[in-house]
T-cell receptor, first 109, second 115 residues
Framework: TQLLEQSPQFLSIQEGENLTVYCNSSSVFSSLQWYRQEPGEGPVLLVT?????EVKKLKRLTFQFGDARKDSSLHITAAQPGDTGLYLCAGGSQGNLIFGKGTKLSVKP | GAGVSQSPRYKVAKRGQDVALRCDPI?????LFWYQQALGQGPEFLTY????????KSGLPSDRFFAERPEGSVSTLKIQRTQQEDSAVYLCASSIHYGKQETQYFGPGTRLLVL
């Protein structure tokens, strides 16, 4: 069974701080995706990483896929209140997605 | 509509009642997925359709759960004789095709509360 573990589970920071959240597995994934989910809404895709060691940047967000394709990280620089939400990583060897439990981020002004 | 829509957005059911949850995917999307998201958890896969064919129902938790997509567009997830443990948000997602790198677009979910 493929499992994705995310850490930390909760993170509360002040506006302007940097943060990193992690997504780890004992299994190899052909790709990993990061989603952001706001209360009352469905997850929205942020990025897909495919190649081991790949780094992708999306404005203040930096995503990295581990060399062995078993782990990934999301780094946010100078967090803003608008970054508040549930960050989910998801992977799958087929089309169905396996999600982690998420990191609930709160950025206070 | 431009995105995936789901109805109702909220549903309160008494234990033992049957419920039906509707998903309208993005027009033209071949693949449709149902996920269950319990409070404080990530979504868990329930079932998958390619057009009208249900190709994977391995995630359905019991035979009380049934899904259909008869014309390859709108899908309905039915839960019979609801139990309290069925309380969760039910998410529907669609994608143009089926594949490990295909983007899945999620609807807002139906929040089901079983009393």
């Amino acid at each position: 069974t493929q499992l994705l573990e995310q850490s930390p589970q909760f993170l509360s920071i002040q506006e302007g701080e940097n943060l990193t959240v992690y997504c780890n597995s004992s299994s190899v994934f052909s790709s990993l995706q990061w989603y952001r989910q706001e209360p009352g809404e469905g997850p929205v895709l942020l990025v897909t990483v495919v190649t081991g060691g790949e780094v992708k940047k999306l404005k203040r967000l930096t995503f990295q896929f581990g060399d062995a394709r078993k782990d990934s990280s999301l780094h946010i620089t100078a967090a803003q209140p608008g970054d508040t939400g549930l960050y989910l990583c998801a992977g799958g060897s087929q089309g169905n997605l396996i999600f982690g439990k998420g990191t609930k981020l709160s950025v206070k002004p | 509509g431009a995105g995936v829509s789901q109805s109702p957005r909220y549903k309160v059911a008494k234990r033992g009642q049957d419920v039906a949850l509707r998903c309208d995917p993005i027009s033209g999307h071949v693949s449709l997925f149902w996920y269950q998201q319990a409070l404080g958890q990530g979504p868990e896969f329930l079932t998958y359709f390619q057009n009208e064919a249900q190709l994977d129902k391995s995630g359905l938790p019991s035979d009380r759960f049934f899904a259909e997509r008869p014309e390859g567009s709108v899908s309905t997830l039915k839960i019979q004789r609801t139990q309290q443990e069925d309380s969760a948000v039910y998410l529907c997602a669609s994608s143009i095709h089926y594949g490990k790198q295909e983007t899945q677009y999620f609807g807002p979910g139906t929040r089901l509360l079983v009393l």
